[in-house]
């Protein structure tokens, strides 16, 4: 893989959003090879609330918005 990888992850609690950076850049390089992730702050959205579509909808567009604004800062770097 070439490039640079920009994940905005949504994860359920405070030890998954501790987390996911660390696990996501491990899997990344050591399982991929892949050495040039970019895990932005993930968006939280406890158990209750992934089961309303609305919530969960809601969480993907702020991701969205998320990595639009991170793929604009990167290009303009």
Known sequence: MSGR???APIVEGHGDALAVRTL????AAELLAFHHLV???P???PRNQ???TS???????LTRLKLAAAS???IAA
């Open 5 to 7: 990888l920009i994940v």
């Open 24 to 27: 996501l850049t491990r899997v």
């Open 39 to 41: 895990v932005l702050a």
């Open 43 to 45: 968006v939280r959205l």
């Open 50 to 52: 992934v089961e309303r």
């Open 55 to 61: 919530a969960l909808q809601r969480a993907v567009a």
């Open 72 to 74: 604009t800062a990167m």
